[in-house]
C-alpha cells in the first residue's frame, strides 16, 4: 500500500529565506506526483504537477523536483513571503487500478515578515 | 469559470438527519473523488469514481453514500449511521494521470 510522508510537519522561517519541503513516498509506480497549496478554510489549489518521466517542473518562485527511484520529492520556494504561509500538500497517483491520489500530512509553513 | 462548485459552503444536520453534499465539475473530467479533512489531519479518500454509474469505496465509507449519474455530478450523502460526521468535506476531479481540482470545500457540523 502507497504511503506519503512530508517532513517537517511544521516550519517557520523569516521573510526572503529560501526554504525546502520534503515528500517520500513507497512505492515508485506512480503516474505523477503533485504539489498542493491549501490556506485555513479553503480548498486545494494545485502548484505544481510532475509527471512520472519527468525529474522537475518550475512555477515562478517554487520548484519542483522528483527522485522516483528513491521515492523523494522536494518543493523548493525561494525568497519566501508572508503570502507563502499554508499548509503545502504533496500527493502521488499510483498506477494500480482506481490510481487515487495518496496524500501526506502536510507541512504547515509560516513565514514572518 | 471552468472548476469544481461544491455547496454548499457550510452545513448544519440534526442527529439522525442525512444530509447531501453537492459536487459539480464542467472540466469534463472522469475521475471524481470525496475526502474528508479533520482538523491537524490530513486528506482521507471517502469514496471515488473513474466513470458515469460506477463508484468504489475509499479508506473511510461507512456511514456515507454516493452516486455518479451524470459525468458532471458526484454528491455525496452523510447518513445517520455516520456517527461522527462533524468534518471539512472536499470534492476533486482528474482525467487520469493529469492534474486534480478541487472545490473549495462544505464544512458540516452536527448541532
Known amino acids: 500500500k502507497q504511503e506519503v510522508t512530508q517532513i517537517p510537519a511544521a516550519l517557520s522561517v523569516p521573510e526572503g529565506e529560501n526554504l525546502v519541503l520534503n515528500c517520500s513516498f513507497t512505492?515508485?509506480?506512480?503516474?505523477?506526483l503533485q504539489w498542493f497549496r491549501q490556506d485555513p478554510g479553503k480548498g486545494l489549489t494545485s502548484l505544481l504537477l510532475?509527471?512520472?518521466?519527468?525529474r522537475e517542473q518550475t512555477s515562478g518562485r517554487l520548484n519542483a523536483s522528483l527522485d522516483k527511484s528513491s521515492g523523494r520529492s522536494t518543493l523548493y520556494i525561494a525568497a519566501s513571503q508572508p503570502g507563502d504561509s499554508a499548509t503545502y500538500l504533496c500527493?502521488?497517483?499510483?498506477?494500480?487500478?482506481?490510481?487515487?491520489?495518496?496524500f501526506g500530512a502536510g507541512t504547515i509553513l509560516r513565514v514572518k515578515s | 469559470d471552468g472548476g469544481i462548485t461544491q455547496s454548499p459552503k457550510y452545513l448544519f444536520r440534526k442527529e439522525g438527519q442525512n444530509v447531501t453534499l453537492s459536487c459539480e465539475q464542467n472540466?469534463?473530467?472522469?475521475?471524481m473523488y470525496w475526502y474528508r479533512q479533520d482538523p491537524g489531519q490530513g486528506l482521507r479518500l471517502i469514496y471515488y469514481s473513474q466513470i458515469v454509474n460506477d463508484f468504489q469505496k475509499g479508506d473511510i465509507a461507512e456511514g456515507y453514500s454516493v452516486s455518479r449519474e451524470k459525468k458532471e455530478s458526484f454528491p455525496l450523502t452523510v447518513t445517520s449511521a455516520q456517527k461522527n460526521p462533524t468534518a471539512f468535506y472536499l470534492c476533486?476531479?482528474?482525467?487520469?494521470?493529469?492534474?486534480?481540482?478541487f472545490g473549495q470545500g462544505t464544512r458540516l457540523t452536527v448541532v
Open positions: 510532475i509527471q512520472s518521466s519527468q
Open positions: 500527493a502521488v497517483q499510483p498506477m494500480e487500478y482506481g490510481n487515487k491520489l495518496v
Open positions: 472540466l469534463n473530467h472522469d475521475a
Open positions: 476533486a476531479a482528474d482525467g487520469g494521470g493529469t492534474e486534480a481540482f
Open positions: 512505492d515508485s509506480a506512480i503516474y505523477n
